[in-house]
């Protein structure tokens, strides 16, 4: 795919309100706290996710369907995280629990998470890697520190302070220049010829 300067500009716009709600994680005498290594972990997260976007698509483009791929990525999780979860004794982990003496209501919330929540969703996601391309669809995991943040203010009651604002609204913002079409001046004064598919 090519990279326009619109492209860029989106992109950056969006690492750099990802950057800023990370830097509510730090102390406000500039010690790296917890928290820190946690959002650290998010964005390492998103790099892996575009990481392999780029590689799906490739791979999407004409030689697999959308479900394939979901399917074959859901079941190496389903595999690995088994093995971990069985090895976790033996690396001073937790035992896994009895299948048993696990509260319905904890069994139900799995499945609907692993085949709505998961499966479906990408299902949809390699499907928009395909017809999108791999630089649009990515932006998704953009939304995913900015929802986070919002969500721990209203279910944890954690603060809301101007850098989750101005952070929230340069990942949208970043979002809406790499998709929506009225930005492509950006290419146009760079003197990038865009196709109509890009």
Do not use: H
Request: positive net charge; contains cysteine.
């Amino acid at each position: 795919e090519r990279i326009t300067p619109q492209k860029i500009a989106g992109l950056t716009l969006g690492f750099i309100g990802v950057v800023l709600l990370a830097t509510r994680s730090i102390a406000e005498q500039g010690a790296i706290t917890v928290e820190f290594f946690g959002a650290l972990a998010v964005a390492l997260a998103s790099l892996c996710y575009a990481i392999f976007t780029v590689y799906s698509r490739q791979q999407i483009k004409d030689r697999y369907e959308p479900i394939m791929v979901s399917a074959g990525a859901m079941t190496f999780a389903a595999i690995s995280s088994g093995i971990a979860m069985f090895a976790a004794p033996y690396l001073n982990g937790t035992a896994p629990v009895a299948l048993d003496s696990v509260p319905r209501d904890t069994l139900y919330a799995v499945l609907l998470l692993g085949v709505l929540n998961t499966f479906v969703a990408y299902l949809m996601y390699y499907w928009m890697v395909r017809e999108l391309g791999a630089a649009r669809s990515s932006m998704v995991t953009y939304v995913v520190p900015a929802v986070s943040v919002f969500l721990g203010a209203l279910i944890l009651n954690e603060v809301i302070d101007a850098r989750l604002l101005i952070g929230a609204a340069l990942i949208f913002c970043g979002i809406a220049v790499v998709n929506l079409r009225v930005f492509r001046w950006l290419n146009n004064r760079a003197g990038v010829p865009v196709a109509s598919g890009d």
